[in-house]
């Protein structure tokens, strides 16, 4: 175990920690709704909006967890019916708690309805959560599949990710609302107590080999995430001493396994959204247990979080587009915490990823929203230095930023702006390359090796991603809607999971799952002139279909004589006698022989081009229908396959074959 968490662990061992924690939520860096200096003092923006999206609410059916819907993971495969009502009452739940919050309403218990909307809005989300069945989420249910039934036990709860947000929001919402809940409705805190330990503490403490702990080595996001939300629900809502310590001491052993496992380069296998609900929440807990306990509490000096919190920025293309590695969209979500990216990169002294955290934080408008989670919002909202900086006027005091003056870049401030000219992350074999530092403008090239076992993994092994001024053109596709199928044995049926629909060769089979099918000879050569990537990509595929592939990827910058390109080589040795190129395209494409143009929604076009002698091109349009790529991608995406023709005197896939990428106009 690291040496920061095994000093607090040998602290929970003894009463000292008990001690620590005494008197816990005064520590806490959230002020509860009587600290009215903090509260009226939110941006009138953010107050605004929220209010707004409140008073709306008020007039909306309360959502409803119904067992059919809930099932239907087990029936048909479908998760989303149960799991988006699930989302809804939470969202309801956390954005009445912050109308509450910012109003500073309150009511004696015999007042009349109307007295206090939001209050008494929050009070019956809380309750409806409390008198739920089941905090979890169906897929994850293991003790349901055991039963071989289709409903949950309340006798038997599993700790999963849905009964860890709703701890977490009951706990937040209890510290902020406290005493005003005790006012309007007595009784209702005890109630959210009594949950929290029949569904988190019991099940925590009693079971210690849960699959997201790690204790096999693969620790993932779930880590974190649950144990997360147990620490602030420990830290909140347990009041007897020595079980708070207890919670405390599991919380930070089984956060030890998840810190093990981090690639020392800050690299993230699952990609740059599940960022945000793995090593954002690390950060989050160590910052928690930082404040209530004191130094001797206090992890957040291991080396690896230096370079964690380097890696959102590392994987920006520009404004809302990121390198998608993984389940992950390629235009990520403005809701998610900047304020806790911005507080890191203040305390480590990272200008950049402050820089980047601010950025993205100005673009979505408002300094906090309930759909971040409730307690992100309330540690947002109150945060002095977020709110400053997000709220400031004069710009010349912040770093500009690449996606505010798109074609030009921002004037060099500082240190320089947060994008790299070259990122090489060689524990996921990740490289990111542009034409300039500090600038979205012009070519930007990301490709990745790794292996088919990565925490949710897509066959693409080898695959490349090219955006023009900080907007994907040559694409990954990402994560369709989750379905119960999502992480079992038939996760590959989901067509954009298939290496057919990732930007890597086809040698006449696919790319199979598992951490044996991987990249091979990855390497990586950073020049100034020119930056390339290498890696032989036969042991992705079926065993003994092929020799060698070798996949050359090289961003070559532009002279006097040539402008900025990318070159895509493969050549094949010992294999099939016709190869397939793939790309995924976003944007209107135009083919002609030997080359394709692809006009962005940003107005730039690029093109690709082939030596038609080698390879001859075909487009298909693929309908977009799932709301979750539509989101990323409009209606459709085109899926150019450039195929040899062994026919041919100068066809076949024995030689080189060569695809080169650059401006149109």
């Not at 309403?105 to 089941?134: F, I, R």
């Not at 930070?252 to 929440?281: M, N």
Request: proline share 8%.
């Amino acid at each position: 175990m690291n040496e920061h968490f095994r000093s607090i662990v040998n602290i929970a061992q003894d009463e000292e920690l008990a001690g620590r924690l005494r008197d816990a939520p005064r520590r806490v860096p959230v002020p509860p709704v009587t600290d009215r200096a903090v509260w009226d003092a939110v941006d009138a923006t953010t107050r605004t909006a929220l209010l707004t999206a409140a008073e709306r609410e008020l007039g909306r059916p309360e959502p409803v967890l119904r067992a059919s819907d809930w099932s239907r993971a087990f029936r048909d495969g479908v998760r989303t019916e149960y799991e988006d009502q699930a989302r809804a009452l939470r969202h309801r739940t956390a954005l009445y708690v912050l109308a509450a919050v910012l109003t500073g309403e309150s009511a004696p218990a015999k007042a009349p309805p109307g007295a206090a909307p939001y209050l008494d809005g929050a009070a019956d989300a809380l309750m409806a959560l409390a008198e739920a069945t089941t905090w979890c989420w169906a897929p994850h249910d293991r003790f349901t599949t055991a039963r071989a039934e289709a409903v949950p036990d309340p006798d038997e709860p599993f700790l999963d990710l849905g009964a860890a947000e709703v701890a977490s929001l009951l706990a937040w919402a209890d510290h902020v609302l406290g005493p005003r809940l005790d006012e309007r409705v007595p009784g209702l805190r005890r109630r959210l107590r009594r949950e929290v330990r029949l569904r988190v503490f019991e099940p925590f403490l009693r079971i210690r080999d849960w699959h997201w702990i790690g204790l096999d080595g693969d620790a993932h996001n779930w880590n974190p995430w649950v144990h997360g939300a147990v620490l602030t629900a420990a830290l909140l809502l347990c009041d007897e001493e020595t079980e708070r310590a207890a919670l405390v001491r599991h919380v930070v052993t089984g956060l030890g396994h998840f810190v093990e496992v981090l690639p020392d380069d800050g690299g993230v296998d699952e990609g740059v959204a599940y960022w945000w609900l793995g090593a954002c929440r690390l950060m989050e807990a160590l910052d928690l247990l930082a404040a209530v306990g004191g130094a001797p509490c206090d992890a957040r000096g291991l080396p690896v979080l230096a370079e964690l919190v380097r890696y959102p920025y590392r994987m920006h293309f520009g404004g809302p587009w990121y390198v998608n590695v993984g389940d992950a969209p390629a235009r990520l979500p403005d809701e998610q915490p900047w304020h806790v990216l911005f507080r890191w990169g203040t305390r480590l002294d990272d200008p950049d990823v402050s820089a980047h955290a601010l950025a993205r934080g100005v673009a979505r408008g408002v300094t906090a929203s309930h759909e971040d989670g409730l307690g992100r919002a309330l540690t947002g909202l109150s945060d002095p230095a977020w709110r400053a900086a997000t709220t400031a006027r004069d710009t010349a005091t912040r770093r500009p930023t690449a996606e505010d003056t798109p074609g030009q870049g921002p004037a060099p401030h500082g240190n320089g702006v947060w994008l790299p000219r070259d990122v090489w992350l060689p524990r996921v074999q990740v490289l990111v390359a542009r034409e300039r530092a500090g600038t979205a403008e012009g070519l930007a090239l990301a490709v990745k090796g790794g292996h088919n076992d990565e925490r949710h993994n897509h066959l693409d092994v080898g695959s490349y991603w090219v955006a023009l001024d900080g907007e994907p053109v040559i694409v990954d596709i990402g994560q369709p809607t989750y379905t119960a199928a999502s992480f079992g044995p038939d996760r590959y049926d989901a067509w954009p999971l298939r290496s057919g629909w990732h930007n890597v060769p086809d040698p006449g089979a696919g790319q199979r799952p598992g951490a044996g099918h991987r990249a091979r000879a990855v390497r990586a050569r950073v020049g100034d002139h020119t930056t390339e990537w290498y890696a032989d990509l036969a042991p992705a595929y079926p065993d003994g279909l092929l020799g060698e592939l070798r996949r050359t990827v090289r961003l070559v910058r532009a002279t006097a004589e040539e402008p900025a390109h990318i070159v895509v080589t493969d050549e094949p040795v010992a294999g099939p006698a016709a190869l397939a190129l793939r790309h995924v395209l976003a944007g209107e494409v135009r083919l002609h022989e030997g080359r394709a143009l692809v006009d962005t929604a940003g107005g730039g076009a690029l093109r690709l081009t082939w030596d038609p002698a080698l390879l001859t091109g075909a487009l298909e349009h693929q309908p977009l229908a799932d709301p979750t790529l539509r989101r990323s991608w409009g209606d459709r995406l085109t899926r150019l396959t450039l195929r040899t023709d062994p026919s041919r005197p100068s066809g076949g896939a024995s030689r080189p074959l060569s695809v080169r990428i650059e401006r149109a106009r």
